[in-house]
């Protein structure tokens, strides 16, 4: 939907400037002071997650300007345009739909006068038949062997909602079966990932959705020699790889038997994908039941999202915050840090999730954007991040927003580990909230000069995502919680968040630098004088 007034020549927005001028300076030791209550205030339930929002800085008119600013920007059309197919991706000509994937009403969802959900269907029953092969055992490979080991080839959200998800749900997973991924052209990942494994039990899925994928093809192409190798027969290949893409031809042209191949459709974007066949190797590891247990998850929050008015609305609170700071208080970063070692790659997916889709400085319109889009995104799991990078989110300069998410329960249940892991958990965000003033150190006696040094402003804003046990349902309403998120933020930004021109240029300059390698010459007018030279001294060290 086209926005012709620019965004911050709009009332809503300037509004909220003057807002921000008003508050800015307000801390939130006073806002909790003065407002017993606050913590209920600004705290919402949904699909199982417990969202905490009140140490933020704000008052209950930042949030009525913020759902304003929502408003005023369109974002309930252009949710239902979503969910209703429409050509939301107007740079690639597509329709957005990975909702579709996880439509577990089944209702009828038309992409040019058809319903996909049949087709969106029957995929889903065809994965679940293979994994269910691959688990029983039934599945051999050509010596007769069972599979035991499943390494999934791909990269970018072929690879970070797979191998995150896999990470994220460990505990769930059969461990009779080995599960690998290799995403990087380096061919140190393909041997590491693949030196001890057998190849008469390894089945490589190469997932790609365009199967053109330098990097993907490349280690296909490996894994198929490593196959050919270990096996001597070519027909080893229809027992060693299934292809998950929507490219049939380019499937077939690699030699993957189609019925070996599991579709899905130009609809789904890449990092948007995880509850498309691009799942397999989860499916696989968690088993279907687990796995659509996770589509519950995804589907509750769409319906959430859909449904609830946005100051009862997870993904649009936190879509608004995160404008807040990133257009009102400047911020750059935004971190996620999570409580809960399950979750290590989380941060690593959302990084591709939020950074490819909001990473653009030009509008729907065309006009150059001047504003600040998509903030950088960044992270690592509590305890770890607290003995590394949290002084200087206590104490540096910067103000970095931080989402805190943990559980009630652990799967691991181990003496107090979970307890101290919680107690970590509430501590962190109440001592960036509320820090520590000259004064409470002068009460403990702290010698006059390491008062500076040992005060804490406090006022560093953080959101808490709490939910009793990290499920297969639970990852999946905290993974639509985050897409739908960067959605809200990038209809208020008026830009196209389902495309990615900016990975095309340095994808394209590799293709003409390759065959340079390759020759081992470099063609001195093709290049500015420090490529040629960073070119010149790995030639002449490269042999
Ligand atoms: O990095 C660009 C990108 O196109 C991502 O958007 C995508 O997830 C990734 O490459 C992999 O693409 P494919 O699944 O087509 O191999």
Not at 24 to 46: I, T
Not at 307 to 323: A, K
Request: proline share 3%.
């Amino acid at each position: 939907m086209p926005h012709n007034t620019l965004l911050t020549q709009s009332l809503a927005w300037k509004d909220l400037e003057i807002h921000y001028q008003q508050i800015k300076g307000l801390h939130l030791r006073d806002l909790f002071r003065e407002d017993r209550l606050r913590g209920n205030r600004f705290s919402v339930e949904a699909c199982g997650l417990m969202l905490d929002y009140s140490k933020n800085r704000i008052i209950h008119d930042t949030v009525t300007k913020l759902v304003s600013l929502a408003t005023a920007r369109n974002l309930k059309p252009a949710v239902e345009d979503m969910f209703q197919g429409k050509l939301i991706n107007k740079t690639e000509k597509r329709a957005v739909l990975h909702t579709a994937l996880r439509n577990r009403a089944n209702t009828p969802i038309m992409v040019d006068c058809k319903d996909i959900m049949p087709d969106v269907n029957s995929v889903l029953d065809k994965m679940k038949l293979c994994a269910n092969k691959i688990r029983s055992g039934e599945w051999t490979g050509y010596t007769g062997k069972p599979i035991r080991n499943i390494v999934n080839i791909g990269i970018g959200g072929s690879d970070l909602g797979p191998s995150m998800a896999y990470e994220s749900l460990k505990y769930y997973s059969q461990r009779n079966l080995t599960i690998r991924f290799i995403s990087n052209v380096d061919a140190t990942h393909f041997k590491e990932q693949t030196h001890d494994l057998d190849a008469s039990e390894t089945l490589f899925i190469v997932a790609s959705k365009t199967f053109t994928t330098q990097e993907t093809m490349t280690n296909a192409y490996t894994a198929r020699e490593w196959i050919l190798t270990n096996m001597q027969h070519e027909e080893a290949i229809s027992k060693h790889f299934i292809a998950l893409s929507i490219n049939t031809e380019a499937v077939v042209e690699f030699g993957i038997d189609a019925t070996n191949m599991f579709e899905f459709w130009d609809w789904v974007g890449g990092r948007y994908s995880l509850c498309s066949a691009i799942g397999l190797s989860l499916m696989i590891a968690i088993g279907p039941d687990n796995f659509e247990q996770m589509l519950e998850g995804f589907h509750a929050m769409d319906c959430h999202f859909r449904e609830t008015p946005f100051d009862q609305n997870l993904p649009v609170i936190l879509g608004l915050l995160g404008i807040w700071y990133n257009n009102f208080f400047r911020t750059e970063s935004h971190a996620v840090l999570p409580y809960d070692q399950y979750l290590t790659r989380f941060p690593a997916y959302l990084q591709q999730l939020d950074m490819e889709s909001n990473g653009k400085s030009i509008d729907q319109d065309g006009r150059a954007i001047g504003y600040q889009t998509g903030p950088i995104i960044w992270g690592e799991p509590g305890t770890n991040g607290q003995h590394a990078f949290y002084q200087l989110i206590h104490q540096g300069t910067k103000l970095i927003p931080a989402d805190f998410i943990g559980f009630c329960q652990s799967h691991n249940d181990c003496g107090d580990h979970h307890n101290k892991l919680m107690a970590n958990f509430f501590a962190q965000t109440k001592a960036l909230a509320f820090g520590k003033t000259g004064d409470m150190l002068m009460k403990e006696n702290t010698p006059q000069e390491l008062i500076p040094h040992k005060t804490f402003e406090g006022n560093r804003p953080t959101n808490t995502i709490m939910a009793v046990e990290l499920t297969p349902y639970t990852l999946g309403t905290l993974i639509a919680l985050y897409e739908h998120k960067v959605f809200v933020q990038g209809v208020i930004w008026n830009i196209y968040s389902f495309d990615q021109w900016g990975v095309q240029l340095g994808k394209e300059l590799a293709s003409n630098i390759l065959p340079e390698l390759n020759d081992g010459i470099y063609d001195k007018h093709a290049h500015d004088s420090s490529t040629i030279n960073l070119m010149k001294y790995y030639l002449d060290n490269n042999i």
